[in-house]
């Protein structure tokens, strides 16, 4: 199961939170989230690897979409 | 995953001390006592030099602020990293910028001169500093309970570029009406005979770093409002790391050019009144983090395309306005005659913004 969180639009720290909320609330092993900027890219990116997931980022135009599995 | 140099903790360690280095250089090239870089100050003084307010001794239309602009959308640019966006709540933000400003004038800097003032030895600083980072903790306790601006737009490509056109106008400005020795005004453009107006580094030395400074920072992502704010929220300590380098640097080069001057009293551009030191930058802060970053942090925003940061920092330009208008910034004598009152409506407005707008997404 995956849950995709849309934070297109939302500029920080806003896409971070609402990652952190479904890392906590949500059993799912894996979350993508979309985001339209470079800076929201990144820190999604880091808080899921201080987390302990992986993450793999797709670029689609002027967007991304971050694939994030947990470990463990 | 990041591929990106500046967005490592290398990176942003590596631009904050950049930052460091060159604030500090300023200062002895011309700028004002511990205001090597102000961003709240300098658009207070690209106020002045606009004639917005007529406060004599800090009207300049500062070439470090249009480098920053200018800067960040020459990196943006570079590494397809520019977005023209606009549309979540501007006005919202504008009145943010407002009393961002007048906060920060309260006090007498933004965080960045703050971290400049403490690394030159201004004690006064820390009170400032525990300020803003007070102001950014009641933020971060709204962003927990789902305080939210909504979402942007994306834009027309050429939206976001008037901010930078608008810079570039002002360079031109400059140009076309440069300063005359010993003469208040040239032209349009009003300029300080004294104060610290008149305080500034020679014009390309001052875009150079402003330029510098910009592209470093738009890559980085460097922020000091987010540096607290991170470490309050998510315990995270990136671009804490380079608001520490910054200070770091700072303190060794003035430690080397010989502008390091330790105490509460008689340091330049300042006053001692701790409990105001503190509350006017907390309304600062509160007012950053609502905005989501420190006025540094909006002029890249504003370069790389975003329209709400371009009308939070002319919010700020018309706070300047306002609180040099209505007597409400400080100065070294102390407190201007409104400043109190100011800040307690600053609060309530604040307050306002951030228990009403919650997300609905």
């Known amino acids: ?72 | 995953m990041i591929k990106n140099f500046f967005g490592t903790r290398t990176g942003i360690i590596a631009v904050g001390a950049m930052i460091g280095i060159l604030a500090p250089l300023l200062q002895k090239l011309g700028n004002p006592g511990n205001m090597g870089i102000c961003v709240a100050c300098f658009e207070r003084d690209i106020a002045g030099g606009l004639g917005l307010h007529r406060a004599e001794v800090v009207q300049y239309l500062r070439p470090e602020i249009i480098g920053f602009v200018l800067g960040s959308l020459a990196a943006a640019l570079l590494f397809k990293d520019y977005r023209a966006r606009t549309g979540s709540a501007p006005f919202a933000r504008f009145i943010l910028g407002v009393f961002a400003m007048i906060g920060a004038l309260v006090f007498l800097g933004c965080p960045w001169r703050a971290l400049l003032r403490l690394s030159g030895g201004d004690w006064n600083a820390v009170l400032g500093l525990a300020g803003l980072i007070c102001g950014i903790w009641i933020g971060t306790l709204f962003l927990k309970n789902g305080y939210n601006l909504g979402r942007t737009q994306k834009t027309h490509f050429s939206a976001g570029l008037l901010m930078p056109l608008i810079m570039l106008g002002f360079l031109a400005l400059m140009f076309i009406y440069p300063q005359v020795a010993q003469e208040p005004k040239s032209g349009i453009l009003f300029y300080s005979v004294k104060g610290p107006g008149a305080s500034h580094a020679p014009l390309a030395i001052a875009l150079g770093a402003g330029l510098i400074i910009g592209f470093l920072a738009q890559r980085s992502r460097f922020c000091t409002m987010g540096a607290f704010r991170d470490l309050i929220l998510f315990k995270q300590v990136h671009l804490l790391s380079g608001v520490i380098a910054l200070v770091v640097m700072a303190l060794v080069m003035n430690l080397i050019l010989g502008q390091f001057s330790m105490g509460f009293e008689k340091q330049p551009v300042a006053h001692s009144l701790h409990i105001w030191n503190f509350i006017g930058m907390a309304l600062a802060g509160l007012a950053f983090a609502l905005a989501g970053g420190c006025p540094g942090r909006q002029l890249f925003l504003a370069g790389e395309g975003d329209g709400d940061a371009a009308v939070f920092v002319f919010g700020m330009i018309m706070g300047a306005a306002f609180a040099h208008n209505f007597g409400l910034a400080s100065s070294p004598a102390g407190l201007g005659p409104h400043g109190m009152a100011a800040v307690a409506v600053g609060f309530a407005v604040c307050l306002f913004i951030g228990f009403t707008m919650r997300k609905t997404t």
């Open chain 1, 1 to 72: 199961m995956s849950t995709t969180i849309d934070a297109r639009g939302l500029s920080c720290p806003q896409p971070v939170l609402m990652f952190m909320d479904a890392v906590k609330s949500l059993p799912d092993k894996e979350i993508i989230v979309l985001v339209d900027t470079d800076a929201s890219m990144e820190n999604v990116s880091r808080a899921a690897e201080n987390k302990n997931c992986t993450v793999t980022v797709t670029r689609q135009a002027d967007e991304y979409s971050l694939t994030i599995v947990r470990n463990g």
